[in-house]
């Protein structure tokens, strides 16, 4: 998926190397859920939301919505995707078979859906994965996801629209600059404070420390690694402060606080 649009213009002269790309975001989504899953449970997530109360119902094959819990919709979500990738009819690997006319229309779905996730997961389990040290790594992979959904307009702006704020705060668009500085010049902020913000566009009240890369995706300009916290042995653990340091990072995000899932 990452290399959809070279995939498409490659194929028809025979390049059929990229398959594995597309299964990039499938994987990181799905590997970053799965730290967090133990506490989306039935009754901590009784629906799959995401910011500003916004729910997700899931469509059966026959169209039908239904209201269904956060874990059981993510696990539709990454049935379905890891269905869909292995079949050769879809995403074929073989020189003589071709993609289906109904390619784009399937990626632009599981690109959707992903997207569901990661919303559900800045919403609802932010706070576990900054005591996990791993919302630099949520974020480096939203700011692919976006970065690349720009290029190739596989989700509509009205599904996008909830996170924009975090667009803004990781600075994923030219205006994105404009907008920072404008508010900074509006509260008389010196250079110096719109600079601790980090030259690689992270969001943190400190010194932005340097991100670590996704090891398949490379260097992300955008990755925040935030305010280095406290070692805590396990998410449960945390106390009260480390948790109100969790919601002070989603604010500076852009997000609201998720309720906390937390058994």
């Known amino acids: 998926?990452?290399?959809?649009?070279?995939?498409?213009?490659?194929?028809?002269?025979?390049?059929?190397?990229?398959?594995?790309?597309?299964?990039?975001?499938?994987?990181h989504i799905n590997l970053v859920y799965g730290t967090v899953s133990e506490y989306c449970t039935m009754s901590?997530?009784?629906?799959?939301?995401?910011?500003?109360?916004r729910q997700y119902l899931w469509f059966d094959e026959k169209g039908?919505?239904?209201?269904?819990?956060a874990p059981q919709y993510v696990d539709y979500v990454m049935t379905f995707?890891?269905?869909?990738?292995?079949?050769?009819?879809?995403?074929?690997?073989?020189?003589?078979?071709?993609?289906?006319?109904?390619?784009?229309?399937?990626?632009?779905?599981?690109?959707?859906l992903l997207f569901h996730v990661l919303a559900h997961l800045y919403h609802s389990h932010f706070r576990?994965?900054?005591?996990?040290?791993?919302?630099?790594?949520?974020?480096?992979i939203f700011a692919h996801f976006i970065l690349f959904n720009d290029r190739f307009h596989l989700i509509d702006d009205k599904e996008t629209e909830i996170l924009h704020d975090l667009v803004v705060a990781l600075r994923l668009h030219p205006e994105s600059e404009e907008a920072a500085a404008a508010a900074a010049a509006a509260s008389g902020c010196s250079a110096t404070a719109v600079a601790a913000t980090g030259d690689n566009g992270s969001v943190s009240g400190e010194a932005a420390a340097p991100s670590t890369p996704l090891p398949a995706e490379g260097e992300c300009g955008s990755c925040s690694s935030g305010p280095e916290q406290p070692p805590v042995s396990h998410p449960s653990e945390a106390t009260s402060n480390s948790s109100?340091?969790?919601?002070?990072?989603?604010?500076?995000?852009?997000?609201p606080?998720?309720?906390?899932?937390?058994?």
């Open 44 to 53: 901590g997530c009784p629906d799959m939301t995401g910011p500003t109360t």
């Open 244 to 255: 109100s340091g969790a919601v002070d990072a989603a604010g500076a995000a852009g997000l």
């Open 64 to 69: 039908k919505k239904t209201r269904v819990a």
């Open 81 to 112: 995707t890891q269905k869909t990738l292995n079949d050769e009819n879809i995403f074929p690997t073989k020189f003589e078979n071709d993609f289906p006319v109904s390619f784009e229309s399937i990626v632009k779905k599981i690109h959707r």
């Open 1 to 27: 998926m990452l290399r959809y649009g070279r995939r498409k213009q490659t194929h028809s002269s025979g390049g059929n190397d990229d398959n594995d790309e597309a299964i990039d975001f499938f994987q």
């Open 128 to 140: 576990e994965l900054l005591v996990l040290n791993l919302h630099a790594h949520l974020n480096c």
């Open 257 to 263: 606080p998720g309720p906390d899932t937390r058994p």
